[in-house]
């Protein structure tokens, strides 16, 4: 059964900082993994999306990595802003069905 | 893209009674999904809605406590029955456009359920 792991809970930086969070899943067998940032009351917005063969995925300050075969992606976060204060969520798709299997997120909040 | 709206956006309910929640997309989707993140945890697929038939539910979900109505491709409803206060959830619709080329799922906003 897949489970997704990510680490730090909660995270508190001064702005500028650049910043890395971290999501593991324990079964390698996966389609694709996103990363997607959740505000309150406004839902999911996927970020970034890794498919299975790539290594990393770039949007503007953010980039992921994908390792699959150790289990792990980063999300890394250049110049953080107060705007980039939400919670952060990593999925994993498997490799024969739509489902998306969530980590229980990062909590950032960028300081001014 | 897709819009995906839902109502209510939030709801205060008594528990013994049921709520249901509809999701609204702006374009035809052939899957829908509903989603439940309950306090301080991570998102967990509740079921797949489908045009036509039955919803396809997750292991520990059943149709008695979460029936679900996809009567178009546009639109869907889940009930959340007989409610206790371990149903205080946010619970979210989805849809994935793979068939148009579009890899990601898109999230409505979420309906915030407090059971008191």
């Known amino acids: 059964k897949q489970e997704v792991t990510q680490i730090p809970a909660a995270l508190s930086v001064p702005e500028g900082e650049n910043l890395v969070l971290n999501c593991s899943f324990t079964d390698s067998a996966i389609y694709n993994l996103q990363w997607f940032r959740q505000d309150p009351g406004k839902g999911l917005t996927s970020l970034l999306l890794i498919q299975s063969s790539q290594r990393e995925q770039t949007s503007g300050r953010l980039n992921a990595s994908l390792d699959k075969s150790s289990g792990r992606s980063t999300l890394y976060i250049a110049a953080s802003q107060p705007g980039d204060s939400a919670t952060y969520l990593c999925a994993v798709e498997g490799d024969s069905s739509y489902k998306l299997i969530f980590g229980s997120g990062t909590r950032l909040l960028v300081r001014p | 893209s897709a819009v995906i709206s839902q109502k209510p956006s939030r709801d205060i309910c008594q528990r013994g009674t049921s709520l249901t929640i509809q999701c609204q997309v702006d374009s035809q989707v052939t899957m829908m999904f509903w989603y439940r993140q309950q306090p301080g945890q991570s998102l967990t697929l509740i079921a797949t809605?489908?045009?036509?038939?039955?919803?396809?539910?997750e292991s520990g979900f059943v149709i008695d406590k979460f029936p679900i109505s996809r009567p178009n491709l546009t639109f869907s409803t889940l009930t959340v029955s007989n409610m206790s206060p371990e149903d205080s959830s946010i619970y979210l619709c989805?849809?994935?456009?793979?068939?148009?080329?579009?890899?990601?799922?898109?999230f409505g906003p979420g309906t915030r359920l407090l059971v008191l």
């Open positions: 989805s849809v994935d456009k793979r068939g148009e080329g579009r890899e990601t799922q898109y």
């Open positions: 809605a489908n045009q036509g038939s039955e919803a396809t539910y």
